[in-house]
Protein backbone atom coordinates (compact mmCIF):
# COMPACT_ATOMS: atom_id res chain seq x y z
CA UNK A 1 0.00 0.00 0.00
CA UNK A 2 1.10 3.44 -0.69
CA UNK A 3 -0.10 6.89 0.67
CA UNK A 4 -0.64 9.46 -1.97
CA UNK A 5 -1.39 12.97 -1.00
CA UNK A 6 -2.53 15.69 -3.85
CA UNK A 7 -2.94 19.08 -3.35
CA UNK A 8 -4.96 20.52 -5.89
CA UNK A 9 -7.35 23.53 -6.16
CA UNK A 10 -10.29 24.24 -4.77
CA UNK A 11 -12.51 24.38 -8.19
CA UNK A 12 -11.31 20.93 -9.29
CA UNK A 13 -11.99 19.30 -5.90
CA UNK A 14 -15.52 18.31 -7.10
CA UNK A 15 -14.32 16.86 -10.56
CA UNK A 16 -11.75 14.60 -8.66
CA UNK A 17 -14.22 13.85 -6.08
CA UNK A 18 -16.29 12.33 -8.82
CA UNK A 19 -13.58 10.66 -10.95
CA UNK A 20 -12.19 8.65 -7.68
CA UNK A 21 -16.50 8.15 -7.11
CA UNK A 22 -16.42 6.37 -10.40
CA UNK A 23 -13.39 4.05 -10.18
CA UNK A 24 -14.74 3.39 -6.70
CA UNK A 25 -11.14 4.71 -4.53
CA UNK A 26 -11.62 5.74 -1.43
CA UNK A 27 -10.41 9.24 0.08
CA UNK A 28 -10.20 11.41 2.47
CA UNK A 29 -10.47 15.07 2.09
CA UNK A 30 -8.34 17.79 4.06
CA UNK A 31 -9.07 21.78 3.79
CA UNK A 32 -5.63 23.75 3.17
CA UNK A 33 -4.33 26.71 2.32
CA UNK A 34 -1.21 27.36 -0.09
CA UNK A 35 1.63 28.97 0.23
CA UNK A 36 2.65 32.23 -1.53
CA UNK A 37 -0.77 32.98 -2.96
CA UNK A 38 -2.73 32.03 0.24
CA UNK A 39 -5.45 30.55 -1.96
CA UNK A 40 -7.83 27.83 -0.34
CA UNK A 41 -6.76 24.81 -1.98
CA UNK A 42 -7.49 20.45 -0.97
CA UNK A 43 -5.59 17.86 0.16
CA UNK A 44 -6.72 14.57 -0.84
CA UNK A 45 -5.52 11.26 1.10
CA UNK A 46 -5.77 8.16 -0.71
CA UNK A 47 -4.33 4.70 0.40
CA UNK A 48 -3.81 2.84 -2.61
CA UNK A 49 -2.48 -0.72 -3.62
CA UNK A 50 0.77 -0.20 -5.03
CA UNK A 51 -0.54 -1.47 -8.76
CA UNK A 52 -3.15 1.40 -9.01
CA UNK A 53 -0.77 4.48 -8.45
CA UNK A 54 -0.20 5.20 -11.73
CA UNK A 55 -4.12 4.95 -12.20
CA UNK A 56 -4.69 7.41 -9.53
CA UNK A 57 -1.76 9.78 -10.85
CA UNK A 58 -3.46 9.87 -14.22
CA UNK A 59 -7.07 10.46 -12.66
CA UNK A 60 -5.31 13.32 -10.82
CA UNK A 61 -3.70 14.75 -14.00
CA UNK A 62 -6.90 14.46 -15.94
CA UNK A 63 -8.88 16.39 -13.33
CA UNK A 64 -6.73 19.14 -12.12
CA UNK A 65 -3.60 19.20 -14.46
CA UNK A 66 -2.42 23.33 -15.14
CA UNK A 67 -4.35 24.85 -18.30
CA UNK A 68 -4.67 28.18 -19.24
CA UNK A 69 -7.86 30.07 -19.26
CA UNK A 70 -8.56 33.52 -20.77
CA UNK A 71 -10.47 35.77 -18.20
CA UNK A 72 -11.36 39.64 -19.06
CA UNK A 73 -10.20 41.59 -15.98
CA UNK A 74 -13.37 43.54 -14.62
CA UNK A 75 -11.59 46.48 -13.72
CA UNK A 76 -8.67 48.20 -15.88
CA UNK A 77 -4.77 47.35 -15.35
CA UNK A 78 -2.81 50.24 -14.39
CA UNK A 79 -0.94 51.72 -16.46
CA UNK A 80 -3.46 50.26 -19.58
CA UNK A 81 -3.49 52.72 -22.59
CA UNK A 82 -7.14 52.78 -23.47
CA UNK A 83 -10.74 51.76 -21.89
CA UNK A 84 -11.54 48.48 -23.12
CA UNK A 85 -10.73 45.99 -21.05
CA UNK A 86 -8.84 42.67 -23.31
CA UNK A 87 -9.14 39.21 -21.74
CA UNK A 88 -5.81 38.32 -20.59
CA UNK A 89 -3.87 34.44 -20.19
CA UNK A 90 -3.96 33.24 -16.75
CA UNK A 91 -3.36 29.72 -15.72
CA UNK A 92 -5.82 27.69 -13.28
CA UNK A 93 -5.59 24.22 -11.99
CA UNK A 94 -2.28 22.34 -11.11
CA UNK A 95 -1.51 19.70 -8.64
CA UNK A 96 1.36 18.74 -6.37
CA UNK A 97 1.65 14.56 -5.85
CA UNK A 98 3.50 12.99 -2.78
CA UNK A 99 3.62 9.20 -2.93
CA UNK A 100 4.31 8.00 0.48
CA UNK A 101 5.52 4.28 1.56
CA UNK A 102 3.07 2.65 3.96
CA UNK A 103 4.40 -0.06 6.65
CA UNK A 104 0.79 -0.95 7.07
CA UNK A 105 -3.09 -0.83 6.32
CA UNK A 106 -6.10 -1.45 8.83
CA UNK A 107 -9.60 -1.42 8.82
CA UNK A 108 -12.03 -1.71 12.09
CA UNK B 1 9.07 6.72 15.42
CA UNK B 2 5.91 5.86 12.94
CA UNK B 3 3.20 8.40 11.99
CA UNK B 4 -0.25 6.69 12.78
CA UNK B 5 -2.66 8.22 10.58
CA UNK B 6 -6.35 7.03 11.76
CA UNK B 7 -9.37 8.21 9.75
CA UNK B 8 -12.60 7.70 12.05
CA UNK B 9 -16.19 8.95 12.58
CA UNK B 10 -16.84 12.55 13.96
CA UNK B 11 -19.03 11.00 16.51
CA UNK B 12 -15.91 8.57 18.33
CA UNK B 13 -13.52 11.61 18.29
CA UNK B 14 -14.21 12.48 21.57
CA UNK B 15 -13.99 8.58 23.15
CA UNK B 16 -10.65 8.37 21.17
CA UNK B 17 -9.34 11.95 22.80
CA UNK B 18 -10.10 10.49 25.96
CA UNK B 19 -8.52 6.89 25.94
CA UNK B 20 -5.46 8.85 24.16
CA UNK B 21 -5.53 11.26 26.76
CA UNK B 22 -4.95 8.16 29.41
CA UNK B 23 -2.49 7.28 27.76
CA UNK B 24 -0.61 10.19 27.46
CA UNK B 25 -0.25 9.28 24.02
CA UNK B 26 -0.11 12.97 22.22
CA UNK B 27 -2.02 13.36 19.03
CA UNK B 28 -3.33 16.48 16.42
CA UNK B 29 -6.56 16.34 14.85
CA UNK B 30 -7.33 17.33 11.45
CA UNK B 31 -11.04 17.70 10.31
CA UNK B 32 -11.83 15.99 7.07
CA UNK B 33 -14.56 14.83 4.79
CA UNK B 34 -15.00 11.37 3.96
CA UNK B 35 -15.06 9.77 0.40
CA UNK B 36 -18.36 8.58 -0.91
CA UNK B 37 -20.83 9.42 1.91
CA UNK B 38 -19.32 13.12 2.09
CA UNK B 39 -19.82 12.52 6.15
CA UNK B 40 -17.63 14.88 8.37
CA UNK B 41 -15.12 12.60 9.70
CA UNK B 42 -11.77 13.19 11.66
CA UNK B 43 -8.49 12.23 11.18
CA UNK B 44 -5.64 11.85 14.39
CA UNK B 45 -2.19 12.01 13.82
CA UNK B 46 0.18 10.29 16.00
CA UNK B 47 3.77 10.14 16.12
CA UNK B 48 4.96 7.19 18.20
CA UNK B 49 7.58 4.89 19.36
CA UNK B 50 7.35 1.55 16.87
CA UNK B 51 6.81 -0.54 20.10
CA UNK B 52 3.53 1.24 20.93
CA UNK B 53 2.06 1.20 17.74
CA UNK B 54 -0.20 -2.00 18.65
CA UNK B 55 -1.28 -0.05 22.11
CA UNK B 56 -2.57 2.56 19.93
CA UNK B 57 -4.41 0.07 17.53
CA UNK B 58 -6.14 -1.51 19.67
CA UNK B 59 -6.97 1.89 21.91
CA UNK B 60 -8.02 2.98 17.88
CA UNK B 61 -10.05 -0.49 17.66
CA UNK B 62 -12.08 -0.31 20.83
CA UNK B 63 -13.01 3.25 20.46
CA UNK B 64 -13.73 3.54 16.92
CA UNK B 65 -14.76 -0.24 15.60
CA UNK B 66 -17.71 -0.55 13.36
CA UNK B 67 -20.80 -1.74 14.94
CA UNK B 68 -24.61 -1.73 14.45
CA UNK B 69 -26.88 0.24 16.26
CA UNK B 70 -30.87 -0.03 15.76
CA UNK B 71 -32.19 3.31 14.88
CA UNK B 72 -36.35 4.05 14.75
CA UNK B 73 -36.46 6.20 11.27
CA UNK B 74 -38.42 9.22 11.83
CA UNK B 75 -40.21 9.27 8.65
CA UNK B 76 -41.98 6.51 6.66
CA UNK B 77 -39.91 4.58 4.21
CA UNK B 78 -41.59 4.48 0.85
CA UNK B 79 -43.29 1.51 -0.05
CA UNK B 80 -43.65 0.77 3.48
CA UNK B 81 -46.92 -1.17 3.94
CA UNK B 82 -48.51 0.00 7.43
CA UNK B 83 -47.82 3.58 9.62
CA UNK B 84 -45.91 2.11 12.27
CA UNK B 85 -42.05 3.00 12.06
CA UNK B 86 -39.57 0.13 13.44
CA UNK B 87 -36.14 0.32 13.80
CA UNK B 88 -33.86 -0.48 11.34
CA UNK B 89 -30.53 -1.73 11.93
CA UNK B 90 -27.54 0.85 10.60
CA UNK B 91 -23.83 0.42 10.70
CA UNK B 92 -22.00 3.34 12.79
CA UNK B 93 -18.38 3.93 13.68
CA UNK B 94 -15.02 2.06 11.27
CA UNK B 95 -11.68 3.33 11.64
CA UNK B 96 -8.88 3.58 8.82
CA UNK B 97 -5.76 3.24 9.87
CA UNK B 98 -2.50 4.13 7.93
CA UNK B 99 1.30 3.24 9.56
CA UNK B 100 3.73 4.89 7.77
CA UNK B 101 7.27 5.23 8.34
CA UNK B 102 9.29 8.00 9.68
CA UNK B 103 13.00 9.63 9.16
CA UNK B 104 13.46 11.26 12.23
CA UNK B 105 11.55 13.48 15.28
CA UNK B 106 11.96 16.69 16.44
CA UNK B 107 10.44 18.97 19.22
CA UNK B 108 11.98 22.45 19.54
CA UNK C 1 12.73 13.82 -1.72
CA UNK C 2 11.02 14.30 2.23
CA UNK C 3 7.73 15.45 3.34
CA UNK C 4 8.31 17.60 6.46
CA UNK C 5 5.04 17.50 8.86
CA UNK C 6 5.48 20.68 11.62
CA UNK C 7 2.78 21.36 13.99
CA UNK C 8 3.15 24.70 15.65
CA UNK C 9 1.23 27.53 17.86
CA UNK C 10 -1.32 29.08 15.48
CA UNK C 11 0.60 32.62 17.06
CA UNK C 12 4.13 31.55 15.47
CA UNK C 13 2.24 30.47 11.99
CA UNK C 14 2.83 34.41 10.11
CA UNK C 15 6.54 34.17 11.00
CA UNK C 16 6.84 30.98 9.48
CA UNK C 17 5.23 31.49 6.35
CA UNK C 18 7.28 34.80 5.82
CA UNK C 19 10.79 32.83 6.21
CA UNK C 20 9.34 29.83 4.34
CA UNK C 21 8.43 32.46 1.62
CA UNK C 22 11.78 34.22 2.02
CA UNK C 23 13.18 31.18 1.28
CA UNK C 24 11.02 30.23 -2.22
CA UNK C 25 9.92 26.88 0.08
CA UNK C 26 6.38 26.02 -0.59
CA UNK C 27 4.15 25.04 1.74
CA UNK C 28 0.53 23.67 2.45
CA UNK C 29 -0.92 24.41 5.94
CA UNK C 30 -3.66 22.66 7.71
CA UNK C 31 -5.97 23.58 10.50
CA UNK C 32 -5.44 21.57 13.15
CA UNK C 33 -6.09 21.15 16.56
CA UNK C 34 -3.39 20.34 19.43
CA UNK C 35 -4.11 16.92 21.80
CA UNK C 36 -4.26 17.83 25.90
CA UNK C 37 -4.73 21.26 26.05
CA UNK C 38 -7.11 21.06 22.85
CA UNK C 39 -4.91 24.45 21.38
CA UNK C 40 -5.29 25.57 17.64
CA UNK C 41 -2.40 24.96 16.01
CA UNK C 42 -1.65 24.37 12.65
CA UNK C 43 0.19 21.74 10.48
CA UNK C 44 2.37 22.91 7.80
CA UNK C 45 3.31 19.93 4.83
CA UNK C 46 6.43 20.74 3.09
CA UNK C 47 7.91 18.71 0.08
CA UNK C 48 11.77 19.13 0.20
CA UNK C 49 15.00 17.66 -1.31
CA UNK C 50 16.91 15.95 1.88
CA UNK C 51 19.61 18.74 1.23
CA UNK C 52 17.41 21.10 2.29
CA UNK C 53 16.35 19.23 5.24
CA UNK C 54 18.23 20.99 7.88
CA UNK C 55 18.15 23.85 6.01
CA UNK C 56 14.22 23.84 6.90
CA UNK C 57 14.57 22.82 10.54
CA UNK C 58 16.63 25.88 11.46
CA UNK C 59 13.61 27.96 9.99
CA UNK C 60 10.71 26.43 12.04
CA UNK C 61 13.31 26.02 15.01
CA UNK C 62 14.08 29.79 14.89
CA UNK C 63 9.93 30.88 14.02
CA UNK C 64 8.50 28.84 16.61
CA UNK C 65 11.35 27.76 19.05
CA UNK C 66 9.50 27.51 22.90
CA UNK C 67 10.34 30.15 24.92
CA UNK C 68 9.29 31.63 27.83
CA UNK C 69 6.99 35.04 28.20
CA UNK C 70 5.97 36.98 30.88
CA UNK C 71 2.37 38.14 31.20
CA UNK C 72 0.59 40.35 33.62
CA UNK C 73 -2.65 38.24 34.36
CA UNK C 74 -5.81 40.38 34.09
CA UNK C 75 -7.79 38.72 36.49
CA UNK C 76 -6.09 37.72 40.04
CA UNK C 77 -5.23 33.89 40.78
CA UNK C 78 -6.68 32.33 43.38
CA UNK C 79 -4.40 32.19 47.17
CA UNK C 80 -2.72 35.02 45.83
CA UNK C 81 -2.15 37.22 48.88
CA UNK C 82 -2.72 40.61 47.65
CA UNK C 83 -4.61 43.11 45.36
CA UNK C 84 -1.31 43.38 43.10
CA UNK C 85 -1.33 41.84 39.65
CA UNK C 86 2.23 40.22 38.74
CA UNK C 87 3.95 39.17 36.17
CA UNK C 88 4.39 35.37 35.87
CA UNK C 89 6.19 33.31 33.13
CA UNK C 90 4.26 31.30 30.69
CA UNK C 91 6.09 28.57 28.23
CA UNK C 92 4.68 29.93 24.48
CA UNK C 93 5.32 28.17 20.84
CA UNK C 94 6.97 25.08 20.40
CA UNK C 95 6.80 22.72 17.61
CA UNK C 96 6.71 19.39 16.53
CA UNK C 97 8.70 17.86 13.57
CA UNK C 98 8.58 14.63 11.59
CA UNK C 99 10.45 14.06 8.52
CA UNK C 100 8.80 10.92 6.02
CA UNK C 101 10.05 9.25 3.69
CA UNK C 102 8.83 9.54 0.28
CA UNK C 103 8.82 7.51 -2.99
CA UNK C 104 8.01 9.84 -5.81
CA UNK C 105 6.68 13.28 -6.14
CA UNK C 106 5.03 15.09 -8.81
CA UNK C 107 3.86 17.94 -10.19
CA UNK C 108 1.28 18.50 -13.18
NI1 LIG D 1 1.65 -2.63 -0.24
NI1 LIG E 1 11.82 4.76 15.48
NI1 LIG F 1 14.70 12.42 -2.88
Redesign the interface.
Known sequence: ???M?A?IQEKDASTL?AS??DKK????????????LKAK?S?F?I?IDEERVQEV?DI??ES???RDQYVTPAIELPGSISDTSYPIEVQVG???????????????
Open positions: MKLLIQLNITFTQLPTKGGFNTMGLIKCQAGATVMVLPMDSFYRF
